[in-house]
């Protein structure tokens, strides 16, 4: 059993593989001041709960956006299957390019999402990740990163709408059942939702507009807020919800080959 970790800014997303079959994923607030005790026993109730022994875990990959989280999510890693984990960032010998100016600086995140679309789809893609960030990742089909977008994440864009206004109310984020609201919490859904899902159309429109390569681009959503945003949109042509876990496992296997 191979565990992988999508170490985001919010949230870390983990999975559990048998071969390439994700047999369990669980999402878990990131939290830098955990000690590696207290992940080793997070790690040792999330997989009780679904009937996974820690002795059968075999690998632990990781790709974090989060430095502070590196050192005791790695320990208690460590600690709980006695496999170091292996680390997935801009260092790492997998077979994608990235054609930035600053290759170093690209997420690990954006740079798993490439290896799996390159792999996974045969096509040029455009990955819209749904997170903390909305990030738009431009893949060829032979594996290049060609640099993105990035953009205020959803939750984001209504936590400072909520923190900066003091008559609009928290509001559950759901697409609403019409644009022009009747209620404040319907107008805010309007404003913060179907603005997202015309935001995302739009850089898309204009991504597709200078798509160097000739081809048009498959585009793909995954994150957590793909599944709501996806179906409001005119230009998603799939969702991959667990896009970069799959990414960790192809990594992991290619990184951790004799």
């Known amino acids: 059993m191979l565990l992988v970790f999508d170490v985001g800014n919010t949230e870390t997303t983990i999975g559990a593989f048998e071969g390439e079959s994700l047999r369990a994923h669980w999402r878990i607030l990131t939290d830098p001041a955990r000690t590696p005790d207290e992940v080793e026993l997070t790690l040792r109730g999330l997989l009780h709960a679904r009937a996974l022994e820690p002795r059968h875990?075999?690998?632990?990959?990781?790709?974090s956006v989060v430095p502070g989280m590196n050192d005791p999510l790695g320990e208690g890693c460590a600690q709980l299957t006695g496999h170091r984990p292996v680390f997935v960032d801009g260092r790492s010998a997998l077979p994608i390019r990235l054609d930035v100016e600053e290759p170093r600086t690209v997420g690990a995140d954006r740079i798993?999402?490439?290896?799996?679309?390159?792999?996974?789809?045969?096509s040029d893609t455009i990955?819209?990740?749904l997170g903390t960030a909305t990030t738009y990742d431009c893949i060829t089909v032979d594996g290049v990163f060609l640099g993105g977008v990035i953009a205020p994440g959803i939750r984001t864009s209504a936590e400072?709408?909520?923190?900066r206004t003091s008559k609009l109310p928290a509001t559950e984020l759901v697409?609403?059942?019409r644009v022009i609201g009747r209620?404040?919490?319907d107008c805010i859904r309007s404003g913060v939702v179907l603005g997202a899902a015309e935001a995302l159309d739009g850089i898309v429109r204009r991504i597709k507009a200078e798509w160097p390569t000739g081809r048009v681009p498959l585009v793909v959503a995954t994150g957590g807020l793909s599944p709501m945003i996806a179906p409001i949109c005119s230009t998603v042509d799939r969702v991959e919800l667990h896009l970069t876990l799959?990414?960790?496992?192809?990594?992991y296997e290619l990184l951790a080959r004799p």
Do not use: C, H, K, W
């Not at 875990?57 to 790709?63: F, L, W």
């Not at 799959?246 to 990594?251: E, F, K, P, S, V």
């Open 112 to 122: 798993i999402n490439t290896l799996a679309a390159s792999r996974l789809y045969q």
């Open 160 to 163: 400072t709408l909520f923190r």
């Open 175 to 177: 697409p609403p059942a």
């Open 183 to 185: 209620r404040t919490e």
């Open 57 to 63: 875990v075999t690998g632990v990959a990781i790709g």
């Open 127 to 129: 990955v819209v990740d």
């Open 246 to 251: 799959i990414g960790l496992r192809m990594a």
